[in-house]
């Protein structure tokens, strides 16, 4: 509700003339870089340019720099020795109604091309921050159900002069580089009735961009996976592939749905979709011509609701090559068949060439959600390697011989509550790892966080229904997790003090880790977060021996690549969630990043005690470092306003626990009632509670991202929801006025 997305807790340089030898010398000391001049079509970026993007370190040409999506830059400028130098250089303000940022900024030419809330995208200076365009998508604010975690954008494409981007009512853009102005568009989604949106970055592969969208953990039924290709100079639709098989006894679209279907109950009802989302992770062979990606989870959670049989359900928590020529499937792994625990496996995925069994094997990579870090052959899809990089007890090991995994009881949650690892939210997610060149070393962003999984009804819970859980609950053993306050919902979960015995360290934390991808094991870590997400950032890497990583405490932190030593941490007072960015002009290198606090981070309550955007405002901002800059300005202090006096009300106490069902089940994904980055509704004004009922079912903030819901909710549901929202601001208020008394 409201349109966000909360989820209940239960919490010129001039060089001079000298020999061609020392010139040399010169250049690989100084790491000044001389480039030609700037081509006369900005974003000029094509397949000869990109297969050799450590000739121009300088730019920063896809999301995770190069054709492989390493993260990782050859600059070495800035490196371990003079990193305490590094500091503020410039910051440019996105203008964002102070949402959840994800995209790394592309730099080409010493242009910033980047994206934000809503699908907007931006063109700056790279040097000074200076505007050059921006770009509104102008999205459809009634169409359909916004994302699941908040209105993110992971990124642009640019690609001969365009930039391209998908906006989050699912439309595709083209825009000139040079001017900010729309080429083409195309409308991506394929039925605007369903939950569909995009929030993930297109990938270019040969003559075609590639997108995916997202809308399987949404609604009642959740949404039909696929994703679809668009010719680049006008926009034509090429091809579509769809993930799971359309409803029984309807026609496959692709062949390959005839393998999959067999992996489906037959019996399942119509109206479930299946999921299998493709919403981030894309990567593309040259080479091969493939395009690959990752699928989200099925759905519904309880594959019991689609019947009684045990099966795969493919092509969800998949990893997927297609030919980006005809769409037709190359291969397919999945990591992990019959999800029932939201293990989508759309994390991010770098191409190298690694030693396996002592030979040279070109190879895609992946730290999975569930935990599971895979190494494969990515020609053949074989399985080479898969280790656990984070604490798993959901399956033993990964069985090479089947590459199935070996899953064990305690994953069970159908027969009574089980504290599964990793969570739903998974060991890793959407923000970037990185792989150095330099060090061989693979830098994961760690979630180790469990899930109490449970039935609710089945365990004597008063819910049957949580939108993004479909007919379950997941819910994390945190600091503020109260096993007794949360038993009427849910029904009897298992007691704190037994959950933290199981383990030796905090039952949440996050984790920087150095991952070996040959000998499969840890090599250094540092702990981010403890006892509650910090939902800390994504990572980049550079030859300067040196790994960056932002945090959800608003510091920028830079580690040795080689040994994890801590070099620098910059306060900067914003959230970080995205991984930065380097580039140089005029041989002075620059560091990056994009600031602001949501995403998924606002899908699970309040804002983290930690977290910058419990300090300061969450201002939406981009903010670029330099050797020799000074302190980053800080955002203006985050100032709580007090509980004004609520309406009088009106309700019977049957009206208000109703409410209180309807508003977890529907309104909680996006609204905690308490400090977050979305509207806290026990602090609605005069005029809001008079046009509360507009507001949800007809949708007259839509334009602020809160959609309408006149589709699953009812007049009287409202009323209900109302009421409860009406209870809550009574106890804060008089909570609020009682502790005024008693000072």
């Not at 500091?87 to 091309?113: C, H, K, S």
């Not at 270019?204 to 039909?224: E, F, K, L």
């Not at 998924?600 to 930690?610: F, L, R, Y």
Request: glycine share 10%; hydrophobic share 40%.
């Amino acid at each position: 509700m409201f349109g966000y997305t909360l989820f209940p807790r239960s919490g010129s340089r001039r060089i001079c003339a000298v020999t061609g030898a020392a010139l040399a010398l010169v250049l690989s000391l100084t790491q000044i870089h001389v480039r030609a001049a700037a081509p006369a079509t900005p974003g000029n970026v094509d397949t000869a340019r990109l297969s050799q993007a450590d000739q121009e370190p300088q730019n920063w040409f896809t999301g995770g720099r190069d054709k492989d999506g390493t993260y990782y830059s050859p600059l070495s400028s800035i490196d371990a020795g003079n990193v305490k130098r590094l500091g503020f250089a410039w910051q440019y303000d996105l203008g964002n109604p102070m949402r959840g940022q994800e995209a790394t900024p592309l730099v080409i030419d010493g242009v910033m091309y980047t994206s934000g809330t809503w699908g907007y995208v931006y063109a700056v200076d790279a040097a000074t921050g200076k505007e050059l365009w921006r770009y509104d998508p102008k999205p459809d604010y009634f169409r359909g159900r916004h994302p699941c975690c908040d209105l993110v954008n992971r990124g642009v494409a640019v690609w001969k002069g365009k930039v391209f981007v998908a906006s989050v009512d699912g439309r595709l853009h083209a825009i000139s580089a040079a001017t900010g102005k729309k080429i083409w568009e195309a409308d991506t989604i394929t039925d605007h009735k369903a939950p569909y949106s995009s929030s993930g970055a297109p990938q270019i592969a040969g003559n075609v961009v590639v997108i995916g969208n997202s809308g399987a953990d949404m609604g009642h039924t959740a949404v039909r996976g696929y994703v679809a290709a668009y010719d680049l100079e006008t926009g034509a639709f090429k091809w579509r592939f769809y993930t799971v098989p359309p409803a029984v006894g309807k026609p496959y679209e692709n062949p390959e749905l005839a393998q999959a279907d067999k992996t489906w109950d037959s019996h399942r009802k119509p109206e479930y979709n299946g999921g299998g989302t493709a919403w981030d992770g894309f990567a593309y062979d040259p080479a091969l011509n493939l395009v690959y990606f990752g699928t989200a989870n099925a759905a519904p959670y309880d594959l019991r609701e689609l019947g009684p049989a045990r099966l795969d359900s493919l092509f969800t928590a998949s990893i997927i090559a297609l030919d980006a020529t005809t769409g037709r499937m190359a291969w397919y792994y999945q990591t992990t068949p019959r999800d029932s625990w939201d293990y989508d496996s759309v994390q991010k995925l770098i191409l190298a060439d690694v030693p396996v069994d002592g030979v040279n094997r070109p190879v895609i990579m992946q730290a999975c959600k569930n935990g599971f870090f895979y190494v494969l052959d990515r020609k053949s899809g074989k399985l080479l390697s898969a280790k656990n990089f984070s604490y798993v007890n959901w399956a033993s090991h990964i069985d090479m011989k089947t590459g199935r995994p070996v899953v064990t009881k305690e994953a069970d949650w159908y027969s009574s509550p089980k504290n599964v690892y990793p969570s739903w939210a998974g060991a890793h997610t959407w923000n970037p790892m990185s792989y150095s060149a330099q060090t061989h070393l693979v830098y994961i962003p760690v979630i180790d966080l469990s899930a109490i999984w449970v039935d609710m009804l089945s365990n004597g819970g008063r819910m049957k229904y949580l939108d993004g859980f479909f007919t379950v609950q997941g819910i994390y053993p945190d600091d503020t997790y109260d096993a007794e306050a949360l038993k009427g919902l849910y029904g009897p979960l298992p007691d704190l003090h037994a959950l933290k015995a199981t383990r030796k360290v905090a039952l949440v934390r996050e984790l920087l880790r150095a991952w070996d991808p040959v000998a499969q094991k840890i090599v250094w870590e540092h702990e981010t977060s403890s006892g509650i997400r910090g939902y800390d950032g994504g990572v980049m890497s550079t030859a300067g021996n040196l790994v960056f990583q932002g945090r959800g405490s608003g510091e920028l932190w830079v580690y040795a690549a080689d040994t994890g030593k801590t070099l620098k941490v910059i306060q900067t007072g914003s959230h970080i969630m995205a991984a930065p960015t380097t580039y140089s002009i005029n041989g002075e290198q620059f560091v990056a990043v994009q600031a602001g606090y949501g995403g998924t981070a606002i899908t699970v309550g309040p804002i983290p005690p930690s977290s910058a955007a419990l300090k300061y405002q969450n201002t939406n901002r981009i903010i670029a470092f330099k050797l020799g800059g000074g302190a980053v300005p800080t955002p203006a202090p985050r100032v709580e306003e007090p509980f004004a006096k609520p309406p009088a009300q009106t309700a019977a106490k049957a009206q208000i626990d109703a409410g209180e069902i309807k508003f977890i089940e529907e309104c909680s994904r996006c609204h905690a009632l308490g400090p977050s980055t979305t509207p806290d509704l026990r602090k609605l004004n005069a005029g809001l509670h008079a046009a509360f009922k507009d507001i949800v079912l007809k949708g007259v903030l839509a334009p602020a991202g809160m959609e309408r819901f006149d589709d699953i909710l009812s007049e009287q549901d409202v009323d209900n929801i109302h009421s409860y929202l009406i209870d809550q601001s009574w106890l804060s208020y008089r909570q609020q006025e009682g502790a005024a008394a008693h000072p």
